[in-house]
């Protein structure tokens, strides 16, 4: 029953986080200033890996150029340089530090629009902002790690919900936004359909030495969190991010005692890298896992085990991937921590 229970909430979670917000969300992007420079989106401790979302969403739904920073990175190479009217948008999902409400202000003197994605007005960084954009997520501790499921899909919607408002008359992001729209009833499909699978995963790698979870695009941020996630419940050496993070050749981190979990996707544009790469480190006989659709057949039959998601676009895919990799830790019946990322507070 606690399982059922665990998983209805997330779905729920996300259903609200969905349901009410997109109006207001669009009133605020009409009125973001667009220039020639990027939009920067800034965030610290659980939001920076959402920022990282928000960015790819901006970049590829809604066709502006866009950053993804740490306060520190933003404060350091940004600021110095920032023009008047470039939107910055930040993003504070725990407690917000004095230094990072500091680095707002002084955005704001050289004249940056300030937008402020999170869940209380009355939050410091939202008295600054010009604009408040609501996160509608669970205020319980133990909700924490399902309400970064919740940052992720709003974080990847606000470049959507820009698309349809900067190009409106692509037919393709409407397809896009029904896929948003059906994304909880997604979450709610997978959870019913992949139990089973996903304890004989969880199996699997508890007999493993360590982990690798490795996603490009949208799917990085849900490998670096999975993998954080995981390691905590499993106790195992555990690394997730994009195969260009790893200092050393792939095949030379793979032998018998080592697992990959590869976030893949049918509609992803970076599955043949992905094929490539299992394709690969095959020959060092490591544990292959994935996590990707029917379609995704290159990753599939190289795979020991695979956990099915829909056939959808990249974006709500990531979301689904890290719910599962969420989902895999709760199963281990250990705690999880909070979030893997840079920095902390805001």
Same mark, same amino acid.
């Given at each position: ?9 997330m779905v729920r979670a996300l259903r609200r986080a969905l349901a ?206 999975? /993998? @954080?996630? &995981?390691?905590? =419940? %499993?106790?195992? *050496? ?8 790893? +200092? ?21 544009p970076h599955k043949k890298l992905i094929h490539q790469l299992a ?37 709500? /895919? @990531?979301? &689904?991937?890290? =719910? %599962?990799?969420? *989902? ?8 999880? +921590? ?9």
């Open positions: 029953m606690a399982q059922h229970i665990n998983t209805m909430d009410k917000s997109r109006e207001e969300y669009e009133n605020a992007l009409r009125k973001m200033p667009l220039g020639d420079g990027p939009i920067f989106v800034v965030a610290d401790g659980p939001g920076y890996l959402a920022a990282q979302t928000a960015a790819l969403s901006f970049e590829h739904l809604a066709g502006r150029p866009c950053l993804g920073r740490s306060f520190a990175e933003f404060s350091a190479y940004d600021l110095p340089l920032l023009r008047p009217h470039t939107p910055v948008l930040a993003i504070s999902v725990s407690g917000t530090t004095e230094p990072a409400v500091e680095i707002l202000v002084a955005a704001k003197r050289r004249g940056a629009w300030l937008a402020v994605l999170t869940q209380d007005p009355r939050n410091p960084l939202a008295t600054v902002a010009d604009e408040f954009l609501p996160l509608r997520l669970d205020a319980e501790d133990r909700s924490a790690a399902q309400n970064l499921i919740s940052v992720h899909a709003v974080a990847g919607s606000l470049g959507l919900y820009a698309g349809l408002i900067f190009k409106p008359h692509q037919s393709q992001r409407e397809s896009h936004l029904a896929q948003l729209e059906e994304l909880p009833d997604h979450l709610d499909h997978v959870f019913s359909h992949s139990s089973n699978a996903a304890r004989e995963m969880i199996e699997e790698i508890r007999r493993l030495h360590r982990i690798l979870i490795l996603g490009c695009g949208f799917s990085r941020p849900a490998a670096a969190q999975g /993998a @954080a996630w &995981l390691e905590a =419940a %499993l106790g195992r *050496w555990t690394l997730g991010g994009s195969p260009s993070e790893f +200092p050393v050749s792939m095949p030379d981190l793979c032998n018998e005692g080592t697992g990959i979990i590869f976030l893949s996707g049918s509609q992803s394709e690969e480190v095959e020959q060092k006989n490591p544990v292959i896992l994935a996590i990707s659709d029917g379609g995704d057949s290159g990753i599939i039959r190289r795979s020991k085990l695979s956990l099915l998601i829909p056939s959808v676009h990249e974006m709500p /895919a @990531a979301v &689904l991937q890290m =719910a %599962l990799l969420q *989902w895999m830790a709760s199963l281990a019946g250990r705690p999880t +921590p909070q979030v893997a990322g840079t920095g902390s507070g805001a």
